[in-house]
Each structure stands twice: as C-alpha cells, then as structure tokens.
C-alpha cells in the first residue's frame, strides 16, 4: 500500500469508518452491561459512556488505532471487501478497549 493510500484511508470519511464506529457502538454497549468486576471496568465505561455522547468526537484516534491491525487494514484495502470485514473490526475494537494500555492512548485512565 502507497503511504499516501494509507494517509487518505484514515483521514476520509468512509465506509471503513463506520465500520469501526459501528463495532465501537457495539462494544461500548456491552462494556455498559458488563460486570464491574471485569478488568478496567471503571475506565471502560468512561469510554463506554463518552463514545455513545459523543462518537465523532472519539472516532479518529480508534479507526487510527485499527488501521495499526494487519488483518483489518488488509480488509479496508481489498477490493472488494471481505465479508468477515465486520467481525474483523468488532475483534479489533473489543481488544483495543480492553488493552489498558491502548485505552489510556485514547484518554481513559490506565497504563500509559
């Protein structure tokens, strides 16, 4: 992939990007009835709770956080996209916010 193809797939507005708000959606609404036992739960629901208020004001950094997944950004740029594209996204998303460490990239507590 060009650097500038990369440049131009996170910065645009696209169908990818909705793909990815849509499993952040999805994860942020399983992380809202999730047990306050799990692990990071109180900094998952902050983002939980601020993504649902708020999702273009957090979709950015995420979609740019999944376009760092080979598999993810291997499915953005096939032409034509794989149908397993929405799976692939909802595993990406699911593990970056219950990675401390990528949760606190995206402002919400944990281990920087």
Sequence with gaps: MALTDLYNLATADSKHRSTVGGAAITAANAILNESDQTANHANRKLWALAFLDSPQSHINQ??????????????????????????????????????????????FGGEA
């Design 62 to 107: 995420l979609f740019n956080l999944c376009l760092s997944n080979t598999t993810l950004l291997a499915d953005f740029t096939a032409d034509p996209t794989p149908g397993n594209t929405d799976d692939d996204a909802q595993f990406v998303v699911n593990s970056i916010v219950s990675d401390a460490g990528l949760l606190s990239r995206l402002g």
